[in-house]
């Protein structure tokens, strides 16, 4: 027999069982079976014509299934929402939303009405830091980065928040690498199926081609002859940023701490670092010029023109207009009260327009001026202008972090960020305005929508 896995919408509908055994030899039979011994599915998987409904994905183990997909003895066979609708969703104020929010103590989901507050349905990892946390869009699959004091950092993944949660095979360094993973930065779904990427400090770049399970080290990137010479920043070595390139796996953009910029056009079979116009002004000046150190802090590309990157450096707002091989500073000249900071999002339809929130300096890593301000350019840099309507009133000493500032993909495009203070802030209409979505969250590691 087989195992169909089920989510929690589904759960009430079988008196509450996430795992149903089924006899089947395919899929179809696999879901007839289930139907006839519970009915009250009747519809909610299949349609009138008997097909898998267009907003499910049905899952094999771990590979995508369709109706004629074989099923053997002791699979499990998972049936999961997809997370669909295009990819301008109409996500007016009063939509419901969903976000991911890791912590220095766990991982909370908030859910809620755009533009309103958010309520916390569930928590997971109490007690542990979740520096990462994301929805996989592709298949609803949920990937969190744990990383346990005691027993060091892992990576898991669920069908939904409420589920069981499994931990992956990786990413761990091979033995003869001499290294072992201190952190998982990001994890980014790849440009072909079943592609996921992951980025880890010591700066490394992990690939998984089976939805997350397995995963193996890019060795191209781990052996560059200059990583010897590679030094990490405040947070470590980390390879935090990863870039791909809509509809072209064989491109591929990473941004490391301290070690800059890199690119592969073969598919992380070879790579080059590219720097030109980024000014390393924590270095003396004679020593900037091709220095290893160019400490990256966040890197976006623009979905909707892929030659477009926005960068938040150590010092400096940067802009790439040829794909990453030169940098234009558009911080220091329009109109940023700081040149330091880590938050950045880039407009996922419009290659003009970007956020970033500036703090003090990197001695000093509170909003700037004791000012709690989102800056928005939508002119690529030219000029920013400051948003402050809703947000708290000066002094606001906040601090947001690297993985803490996302938007929803909404069309208006939604905002959120939150702050080392637990608080946690939205806007449902680009930034314009903001409002305290939810209060008392343990210190805020990263927000991503689901």
């Not at 005691?150 to 033995?175: I, M, N, T, V």
């Amino acid at each position: 027999m087989a195992k169909v896995v089920l989510t929690a919408a589904l759960r009430e509908l079988v008196d509450g069982d996430d795992r149903v055994e089924v006899d089947g030899a395919s899929v179809a039979a696999v879901l007839q079976d289930l139907l006839s011994r519970h009915p009250r599915l009747k519809g909610w998987i299949l349609d009138e014509q008997e097909r898998i409904r267009r907003h499910v994905n049905v899952f094999v183990n771990q590979d995508r299934a369709e109706l004629d997909t074989a099923v053997e003895d002791g699979d499990e066979v998972w049936v999961i929402p997809a997370i669909s609708g295009g990819s301008e969703p109409d996500h007016a104020a009063g939509a419901d939303i969903e976000l991911l929010v890791g912590t220095k103590k766990g991982l909370f989901v908030l859910r809620g009405s755009r533009g309103g507050e958010l309520e916390i349905t569930h928590r997971a990892f109490g007690g542990q830091e979740v520096p990462y946390a994301m929805r996989d869009l592709r298949t609803g699959r949920i990937f969190a980065s744990v990383v346990h004091g005691q027993f060091g950092p892992h990576l898991f993944w669920a069908a939904s928040p409420d589920g069981e949660w499994q931990e992956c095979d990786g990413p761990a360094f091979p033995e003869d690498s001499g290294q072992a993973l201190e952190r998982i930065w990001s994890v980014v779904p790849g440009e072909t199926e079943g592609q996921v990427l992951a980025g880890v400090a010591p700066a490394a770049l992990f690939e998984s081609r089976d939805g997350g399970h397995s995963w193996a080290l890019n060795e191209a990137l781990w052996n560059v002859p200059s990583r010897p010479s590679w030094e990490g920043g405040m947070g470590g070595l980390a390879l935090h940023s990863i870039c791909t390139w809509p509809g072209d796996a064989s491109r591929l953009s990473v941004g490391i701490s301290a070690a800059g910029v890199w690119h592969t056009e073969d598919g992380g079979r070879s790579w080059h670092r590219a720097g030109k116009g980024l000014i390393s002004r924590y270095l003396p000046e004679g020593a900037r010029d091709d220095a290893p150190d160019q400490c990256v802090h966040n890197l976006h590309r623009s979905p909707a023109q892929p030659s477009t990157f926005y960068m938040q450096f150590h010092g400096g707002v940067y802009r790439s207009d040829d794909a990453g091989e030169t940098w234009i500073d558009i911080g220091s000249e329009g109109g940023l009260p700081a040149d330091f900071g880590f938050p950045l999002v880039a407009d996922p339809r419009d290659p003009d327009r970007a956020w970033v929130i500036p703090l003090n300096s990197d001695e000093d890593r509170i909003t700037a001026e004791a000012k709690m301000r989102v800056y928005e350019t939508r002119d690529r840099g030219n000029t920013w202008q400051p948003h402050t309507s809703g947000l708290p009133s000066p002094p606001a000493f906040l601090t947001i972090l690297r993985q803490a500032f996302c938007h929803d993909g909404g069309k208006p495009l939604g905002l959120y960020f939150g702050a080392t203070s637990g608080q946690l802030f939205a806007s449902a209409d680009a930034g314009s305005s903001w409002s305290e979505a939810a209060c008392h969250l343990p210190p805020v590691l990263s927000a991503r929508s689901g």
